[in-house]
């Protein structure tokens, strides 16, 4: 029976982080507390700058998938070999690149990070760099082998083995962390596991998929498009990275390690709410592609995107909601009393981007389109609005306020801005999106009610009461969803394989 990859993929992905949320709920107190907030707060700041080398790629990962679903449809294996070889010399060249960047972060690390380090946090840092620089560069030429998965649809493989690499990391970081080796030793251990999920995928390529590689008459033609369409998207890059991580940077240089580590678990919440959304939508990439390329149809266009919307906001206004009813006292008990403020900021940044979070799926749409350009452009002055207001907040109010700058951001480039384009110029159907999405208000009432009369008359700092509280809470939220909001298309995902699991149960029980 051949097996539904778009739907196993997503499984798979929500699978893999159920248990990423399990075991870092796990382990990541266990690491806090191991590392020290000084020590976390430092390898918060040199991830947070490292990861700039990523901006190297210039966006061609996603100029792969573009030409590839496009030559895959005409059956023209030859040039997908072409393809093929051409993103692996410019990615080795990229990734040689990355080496000669990295060594001159290195040896300017002090005037980079800035004078609030201490003597021993910048000996530290260099090796933190050097490892991370490693770890980037190997990963830019092995990038070729994953795009080339996913443009094949090839989910089930992809999801396994990033389930395995999320349940054997702790497994090897907390003993490294236990020998003492704290931040070096938690870069060495990410580097070896990351080195050995591309070998995967290489192996899964030349075994399974038969990829092919042809390195001769190099199209230089065909990569000067590419390179034009690729532009827009690496200003995107650009983006995404001042929004996510510049935060880190401005706080290291004004107000020191600590300061970065408070922020820094906040923005791990706000990782993790990142992917729940994109699960569902990055499985939906090639068909968007395979619409475009055929019909290019704006009202299956416009269905798409308002009913994988509507998936992605069910789930995320429960762990959002869920987060500011429940999120303070989880901190405080899970994180320590050192982290109280990262609830404010990670709340400063989850709200906003639940808006973007359920469009994202509009992102690939742009992209298929190849009218991606306005947003890079809007969102472009947008990032460098966020760095202007978040540095003087970031001096008057810390963390919070360089949340809040990207919060101001966010509002106003996805919030305003970027639904206007998708009407206007994209040809989506926003009205009747936003119309799917107000239907859910009268399911939101009673959930929220029961969540501040919990806060209000609950002792919610006891592990016991928390947990009684947040179960009634999801309980509550799922009977409210189901019957207030929830149409037969989103019920029937939900029901569907409780029946088929209830089915095969009586029928082996038999």
């Known amino acids: 029976m051949r097996i539904n990859q778009l739907k196993a993929g997503a499984v798979l992905s929500y699978i ?12 990541t107190p266990i690491m806090l507390r191991l590392l020290g907030q000084s020590e976390y ?12 080398l990523g901006l190297l790629s210039f966006g061609f990962g996603s100029a792969y998938m573009r030409y590839y679903l496009c030559y895959k449809a005409k059956n023209d294996e030859d040039n997908i070999a072409k393809l093929n070889g051409m993103f692996l010399i410019v990615f080795s060249a990229i990734g040689l690149i990355t080496v000669i960047v990295g060594t001159i972060f290195v040896f300017n690390i002090d005037l980079i990070l800035g004078g609030k380090l201490t003597i021993n946090e910048l000996a530290k840092s260099k090796i933190l760099v050097i490892i991370m620089v490693i770890n980037i560069a190997l990963s830019f030429p092995m990038s070729v082998f994953n795009s ?26 907390l003993p490294v962390l236990l020998m003492g080796y704290k931040s070096i030793g938690m870069v060495i251990v990410t580097t070896v ?24 008459h190099f199209d230089f033609s065909l990569m000067k498009e590419m390179t034009v369409f690729s532009s827009f998207i690496f200003i995107n890059m650009i983006i995404d990275q001042i929004n996510w991580n510049v935060d880190k940077f401005i706080l290291g240089r004004i107000r020191g390690t600590v300061a970065v580590a408070t922020y820094g678990l906040a923005a791990q919440f706000n990782t993790y709410y990142l992917s729940l959304s994109t699960a569902i939508s990055n499985v939906f990439i090639p068909r968007v592609n395979k619409i475009v ?16 919307g509507r998936l992605q906001f069910i789930l995320l206004s429960l762990v959002c909601s869920g987060l500011i009813f429940f999120g303070k006292s989880f901190i405080n008990m899970w994180a320590g009393a050192d982290y109280n403020e990262s609830y404010a900021i990670m709340l ?15 992102i690939e749409i742009q992209k298929a389109k190849n009218m991606h350009k306005f947003r890079s452009k809007v969102y472009l002055f947008i990032a460098i609005l966020n760095v202007l207001i978040s540095i003087p907040l970031a001096k008057m109010y810390g963390g919070i306020g360089s949340a809040l700058g990207t919060a101001i951001s966010l509002l106003i480039g996805n919030g305003l801005i970027m639904n206007w384009y998708y009407h206007k110029r994209i040809g989506l159907n926003i009205n009747y999106f936003w119309s ?24 919610l700092n006891n592990v016991v009461v928390f947990l009684e509280s947040v179960i009634i809470y999801v309980a509550v939220f799922g009977l409210s969803m189901s019957c207030f909001g929830m149409n037969k298309y ?7 394989p409780i029946k088929k699991i209830i089915k095969k149960c009586k029928k082996y029980s038999q």
């Open 436 to 459: 799917q999405i107000v239907k859910f208000v009268p399911s939101l009432l009673l959930p929220i009610s029961v969540g501040v009369l919990l806060n209000m008359f609950v002792e």
């Open 148 to 173: 080339h998965i996913t443009a094949n649809e090839k989910y089930i493989f992809q999801k396994l083995i990033q389930m395995i690499k999320i349940i054997v990391n702790p497994f090897i970081m």
């Open 490 to 496: 989103e019920k029937n995902l939900i029901s569907k």
């Open 293 to 308: 390329a055929t019909t290019n149809d704006n009202q299956e266009l416009s269905d798409l995107f308002t009913r994988i």
């Open 16 to 27: 893999s982080m159920g248990l990423g949320y399990i075991i870092s709920i796990i382990y």
């Open 41 to 52: 707060g430092l390898y918060n700041l040199v991830s947070s700058v490292v990861s700039y």
């Open 193 to 216: 596991l990351n080195i050995s999920i591309e070998i995967a995928n290489a192996t899964f390529c030349f075994k399974k998929l038969k990829i092919r590689f042809s390195f001769r």
């Open 348 to 362: 400063l940044l989850i709200i906003p981007v639940t808006i973007p979070l359920i469009q994202n799926l509009g």
